[in-house]
């Protein structure tokens, strides 16, 4: 019914424009000034325009600029960071002269590029800020000579040379005086002296001024006179020859800026097409112009006929705006909505992300008031066929079907075609959606919300919800006509009453909402749709922001009658219910409007189908999910796949499997696979960590982790901190669940007990490696929620968290399946699931931390026992056994002194260190091979004071015995003690070796022990 996001991505590759117009006006020929002034008359105003602006500039730019070999070899510039154009930016360098276009849909970055190019010219060339023109005739011109004024100031100020750039400009207008009519020359020259003094402040000032005098040879006649004379020859003439002669006298190119030329009037454009037919040499100029209609897009054209080489500013790559996003501290799962919206154009993505930093939502992003006037004039201007287009089709997001717009149009294939071509022409139509010409979107809205009139909305609304009605029977819709579904029924309110449960989809809350969309996401085809509440209210946290009192929007849910629970005391399970496809479409809609991230329905199977399948090849089975499972459950859910059972027969595979976590987002998924044979198992072992998506699931998925199944490592030691607390506190804990507490410790409130297994849980973290971490669930931090309520006590585990926090039980709320989630809620945490709750009547009279080192024994001895078969392997030698067991007492002596320096537990005030005896009986004299495994081993130790040390003992005495203590003189050279060994009971050899190295009895194969190769006997 509804496609998977990968079938949404669209094919941009051949757009014609960008989105969200902003900011464009009409340019008009005022023929009046046209008639009243001549351009030399304009020039000079344009002058005395350029002294004001000099002044604000320097009185602004005081603080020295540093200067590098290139211009992008630069530090970060005063004008902020410019995002995705750096070979835009390469572009414009690659000119040297000429006339440069910088064109693109208004809000491109087309100001911010010239301001950027211009900056970073300044280290080769004389390069001047970027002017905008006006719309009176003579505006170039005037433009020019401001920007080549601001280059001659800027190169004065930061070189400081103003003697030197003095002396130049004198030279150039003498030399310009000889060879034509000098009086405009001497004018213009005199006012930029003027403006260079009062820019550079008292002492270069002087120099200028001085300089103006010795050029300057007509000041004896007034500006005013000049210009009611207009006699002046044409000032772009000799901006042209002024120019080319800077360039001979400095050695340096020109680099010139000009902004908004698509204001130009006639004739001024005229003049700009003589710049790009006869360059000027040494001379580049940079004009950029929006391309907001055809009249526009005319002039480029025009332009680029004429010789102008082109920089097109098309939207950003969303790899720009997601680095864009993650500077400003935004989650990137904004990414897949804000492209829509702003098709990447920089001017809307900024003012997307102020929007979204400000708590604004991205379909709610305001359109500019002076976009939505020139959308209106647009409107008008178009024929009535034309207009009735664009009001069928401005309620779509994406284009619908040509058939459907031929039919309410009434039109053919050709017409429609020459209608289209008008659209595209116009620039209503601006960027392409599949094969499609369309709307960019902002201009889409501007329609929509505000060139139509009511009346007109609500007829295309009706007439676009006849179509679209049938088309969800039909196939596969998409989350934007999903979207569309709600505003028509938005606009044509009467026609909710017609379908199940439309009503109360359109009235949820954003909270109910994010739940829904839990639901959705979760619920597998397989399982009829069947989520478990607790994992739907974790992941309506964790992937929507769902915040405040989760059960009471279940219970929101279930009276509206979209929401069904099942619950017993172990487990609820919900499911929703939609009563009519419209009512299951409007809601995706209402998601997709609401909330920051696109719901993926069944999203486990859409990520296992979409990413991690093409890495597997062929496999036998898998089993995928969200939620990050440990190792052990994993394990033991490879180790199940090995059965397979028909009926009363039971076939066992030996199958290879592997172990997959990954993270979308914040939201972590996983999946177990199982193969027929090894080597499909280490090829997908060898690709599944490369596996990663940007942008099809709205947030960035990669895999954190994979793991082989059998692990090839040796198992893990899964008795070892049982061990170290054991030699520090006196107390045998045994193998299994015990009710002995660790003296050392006393806790006198639920809450110290809460504190001090979260202390454990750190130090143990700090000790081990990974995959002894992933055994015992340290891997993912944690937390805990406690509460008291009528003498009784709860612990919530909280994965995802350190903190520890106390909670105050909502009232009146009974023991259940959702209670432990209620709580964990409450506690206003990031992405909390709940791992595990325990309920206890009064005191316990177990230690918290005795239990919580047997849990973690458990968990990592059941990892070891679904590896399915033995991977340690011991050599019957005595070298590689001593060996063995010393490394194994070390560990343990380290692990015990880490506990007792955290401060949980204490130990007898003895040394841990130990001079230990292991007293072997076998059958014959070899002492260096270890026979007769069914033989038993005997032990005693003293206390070293600074090192562990191990003797092992050999008895080849057929009725055996244990080693007494007046022979270790004899045999070691070492005294008794004073006080009486520490002796263990008697053990088979074999179980005796695997409880010192740590391990829990693995069975007759678990250990295996080898024969070394000894020589043949003579």
């Not at 023991?815 to 989630?821: C, E, H, R």
């Not at 204490?906 to 009986?921: A, C, E, N, P, Q």
């Not at 495994?933 to 009725?959: C, G, K, T």
Request: charged residues 25%.
């Amino acid at each position: 019914m509804y496609p998977h996001p990968s079938q949404l991505v669209r094919d941009s590759g051949s757009n014609v424009g960008h989105p969200w117009r902003g900011n464009m006006t009409v340019a008009a020929t005022n023929s009046v000034l046209d008639q009243l002034l001549d351009p030399a008359a304009l020039a000079i105003l344009a002058v005395l325009a350029v002294c004001t602006l000099l002044v604000r500039t320097w009185r602004a730019s005081r603080e020295p600029k540093s200067h590098h070999s290139s211009p992008y070899d630069m530090p970060a510039t005063p004008l902020g960071v410019l995002y995705g154009r750096d070979s835009e930016l390469v572009s414009l360098t690659g000119h040297a002269t000429g006339l440069i276009v910088i064109h693109g849909d208004p809000g491109a970055g087309k100001s911010e590029l010239l301001r950027h190019s211009s900056y970073g010219a300044r280290v080769s060339a004389l390069a001047g800020e970027p002017v905008r023109v006006g719309r009176t005739a003579g505006a170039l011109q005037a433009a020019l000579i401001e920007s080549l004024s601001t280059a001659l100031a800027d190169a004065m100020e930061q070189e400081g040379a103003a003697k030197r750039w003095s002396r130049t400009l004198a030279s150039a207008i003498e030399n310009l005086t000889a060879q034509r009519v000098g009086e405009l020359t001497d004018a213009i020259g005199g006012l930029v002296f003027d403006m260079i003094a009062d820019r550079l402040g008292e002492s270069g000032g002087e120099l200028a001024r001085d300089m103006r005098d010795s050029v300057s040879r007509s000041a004896s006649e007034s500006l005013d006179h000049r210009i009611k004379q207009a006699v002046s020859p044409d000032v772009l003439d000799i901006f042209r020859a002024l120019a080319s002669e800077l360039h001979t006298l400095s050695g340096r190119p020109l680099a010139l800026s000009i902004d908004a030329c698509e204001v130009l009037p006639d004739e001024d454009f005229r003049q700009l097409l003589s710049l790009a037919e006869t360059p000027t040499a040494g001379v580049s100029i940079r004009a950029a112009l929006a391309t907001a209609s055809g009249v526009e897009s005319s002039r480029v054209l025009e332009l680029k006929m004429a010789g102008a080489s082109e920089v097109e500013l098309p939207g950003l790559q969303p790899s720009a705006v997601e680095e864009w996003l993650r500077a400003k501290s935004l989650p990137v799962h904004h990414l897949g909505h804000l492209l829509r919206a702003t098709d990447g154009l920089p001017l809307y993505v900024d003012a997307a992300i102020g929007h979204l930093q400000a708590g604004g939502r991205i379909r709610e992003l305001p359109v500019r008031d002076n976009f939505v006037e020139q959308t209106k004039d647009l409107l008008r201007r178009l024929d009535a066929k034309q207009q009735q287009a664009v009001v069928l089709l401005c309620a779509f997001t994406d284009p619908p079907p040509t058939s459907y717009v031929q039919g309410e149009l009434r039109c053919t294939e050709l017409e429609w075609s020459v209608i289209e071509a008008e659209l595209i022409r116009q620039r209503a139509f601006a960027t392409t959606v599949g094969d499609h010409a369309w709307f960019h979107e902002v201009r889409r809205r501007a329609f929509w919300e505000h060139a139509l009139n009511p009346p007109q909305r609500h007829l295309s609304a009706e007439t676009a919800l006849q179509w679209l009605i049938p088309q969800l029977e039909e196939g596969p819709t998409t989350y934007e006509l999903c979207a569309d579904l709600v505003t028509m029924f938005e606009h044509v309110p009467s026609a909710i009453a017609n379908f199940q449960n439309l009503d109360q989809v359109m009235s949820l809350g954003d909270e109910e909402l994010k739940l829904l969309a839990a639901f959705i996401e979760l619920g597998e085809q397989q399982r009829q749709h069947v989520v478990e509440v607790n994992s739907a209210l974790a992941h309506a946290r964790t992937a929507f922001g769902s915040r405040g009192d989760a059960l009471t929007y279940l219970s929101n849910l279930q009276e509206c009658g979209l929401l069904t629970i099942a619950q017993d005391e172990h487990q609820a399970l919900g499911v929703p219910v939609w009563g009519s496809q419209v009512a299951r479409a409007a809601a995706f809609g209402r998601i997709v409007r609401t909330l920051n991230r696109t719901v993926i329905p069944s999203i486990a199977s859409a990520l296992f189908d979409e990413l991690f399948r093409p890495a597997l090849g062929p496999f036998a089975i898998s089993s995928y999910g969200l939620g990050s499972p440990g190792l052990v459950s994993m394990s033991e859910s490879l180790r199940e796949m090995d059965y397979e059972r028909e009926g009363d027969k039971v076939t066992i595979h030996r199958r290879y499997g592997v172990m997959i976590r990954g993270a979308l987002g914040d939201v972590a998924t996983h999946a177990v696979v199982s193969f027929d044979d090894q080597e499909g198992r280490d090829r997908a072992l060898s690709l599944l960590p490369d596996v990663k998506d940007e942008y099809s699931f709205g947030a960035r998925f990669s895999v954190e982790s994979v793991h082989p199944w059998p692990h090839p490592s040796a198992p893990l030691r899964s008795n070892r901190f049982l061990r170290a607390v054991e030699l520090l506190s006196g107390v045998d804990l045994g193998h299994g669940s015990s009710n002995k507490r660790v003296t050392a410790v006393s806790t006198e409130s639920l809450e110290d007990e809460l504190i001090a297994v979260k202390q454990l849980d750190a130090v143990m973290r700090g000790r081990t490696e990974g995959l002894e971490r992933s055994a015992m669930n340290l891997d993912r931090s944690r937390g805990y929620a406690f509460y008291e309520m009528n003498g009784s006590q709860a612990i919530c585990t909280l994965y995802g968290t350190e903190q520890v926090l106390e909670i105050a039980p909502p009232d009146g709320r009974p023991f259940g399946p959702l209670y432990a989630t209620s709580i964990a809620l409450a506690t206003g945490l990031e992405g909390v699931s709940v791992g595990r709750m325990t309920y206890r009547s009064g005191r316990s009279d177990k230690d918290p931390l005795a239990e919580r080192l047997q849990d973690h024994a458990k968990s990592v001895s059941a990892f070891n026992k679904a590896q399915r078969y033995p991977r340690k392997e011991l050599l019957l030698e005595q070298d590689t056994l001593r060996r063995e067991l010393l490394t194994a007492m070390e560990l343990r002596t380290d692990d015990a002194i880490a506990l007792r320096d955290s401060g949980l537990i204490v130990d007898k005030g003895t040394s841990l260190y130990r001079t230990t005896f292991l007293s072997i009986h076998a059958t014959r004299g070899r002492t260096d091979l270890l026979e007769g495994m069914e033989h038993s081993l005997s032990e005693m130790s003293f206390v070293n004071d600074s090192e562990n040390v191990l003797h092992l003992v050999f008895d080849a005495q057929e009725d055996g015995g244990w080693l007494q203590p007046d022979d270790l003189e004899a045999r070691f050279g070492v005294s008794a003690p004073d006080s009486e060994p520490i002796s263990s009971s008697q053990s088979v050899l074999q179980m005796g070796i695997e409880r010192r190295l740590g391990y829990d009895p693995l069975g007759s194969g678990g250990l295996w022990f080898r024969w070394p190769d000894l020589p043949e006997e003579e």
